[in-house]
T-cell receptor, first 113, second 115 residues
Framework: SQKIEQNSEALNIQEGKTATLTCNYTNYSPAYLQWYRQDPGRGPVFLLLIRENEKEKRKERLKVTFDTTLKQSLFHITASQPADSATYLCALDMGTGGFKTIFGAGTRLFVKA | DAGVIQSPRHEVTEMGQEVTLRCKPISGHNSLFWYRQTMMRGLELLIYFNNNVPIDDSGMPEDRFSAKMPNASFSTLKIQPSEPRDSAVYFC?????????????FGSGTRLTVV
């Protein structure tokens, strides 16, 4: 079955630097892949969706890439700020013909001022 | 729009009791999802609906769990009888459609504690 792997270790970076988070998946490539942000005690918040025929997508300081050969998506936050500190979740469809979306465990990001 | 509204925010109940969680999706969204989140298992999809019809309930852990969507603006997730291992945060999410480019909008969740 499809599995998602996100770095379970927290990522600590200095303010102003670019944060890069990784999402790897096994088996087949999903039709689309999503990234969410989750703050403690809150529900996930949608950030970006990238489809299998798209290599890259941008939104303000965010950039997502999708490499179906490597079975990997990279999520970049440029000019990071302490307010970007949160857990970032990768999500993708199961590819079962429906739209069953599964989530990775998430990577915790800490941006230090 | 007020977003996806879930109630209650917190629920503490005794083992064996029935628990009902409620969700009001965003108006105009025709897909609705129920997820459960724990530290050990992360976010797990329990069931999802499209146009009020259950599409996939394979994530529902046991027959003790049931979900309904009687109309486009309301859904319930019921656990009967509840057990301590059901303790988790339960999220409801909605979207414009399956595979929407706008992703899912999540509610604030219901934190369930079964003692």
């Amino acid at each position: 079955s499809q599995k998602i792997e996100q770095n379970s270790e927290a990522l600590n970076i200095q303010e102003g630097k670019t944060a890069t988070l990784t999402c790897n998946y096994t088996n087949y490539s999903p039709a689309y892949l999503q990234w969410y942000r989750q703050d403690p005690g809150r529900g996930p918040v949608f950030l970006l969706l990238i489809r299998e025929n798209e290599k890259e997508k941008r939104k303000e300081r965010l950039k997502v890439t999708f490499d179906t050969t490597l079975k990997q998506s990279l999520f970049h936050i440029t000019a990071s700020q302490p307010a970007d500190s949160a857990t970032y979740l990768c999500a993708l469809d199961m590819g079962t013909g429906g739209f069953k979306t599964i989530f990775g465990a998430g990577t915790r990001l800490f941006v230090k001022a | 729009d007020a977003g996806v509204i879930q109630s209650p925010r917190h629920e503490v109940t005794e083992m064996g009791q029935e628990v009902t969680l409620r969700c009001k999706p965003i108006s105009g969204h025709n897909s609705l999802f129920w997820y459960r989140q724990t530290m050990m298992r992360g976010l797990e999809l329990l069931i999802y609906f499209n146009n009020n019809v259950p599409i996939d309930d394979s994530g529902m852990p046991e027959d003790r769990f049931s979900a309904k969507m009687p109309n486009a603006s309301f859904s319930t997730l019921k656990i009967q009888p509840s057990e301590p291992r059901d303790s988790a945060v339960y999220f409801c999410a909605s979207s414009l459609g399956l595979g929407s480019s706008d992703g899912y909008t999540f509610g604030s969740g219901t934190r369930l504690t079964v003692v």
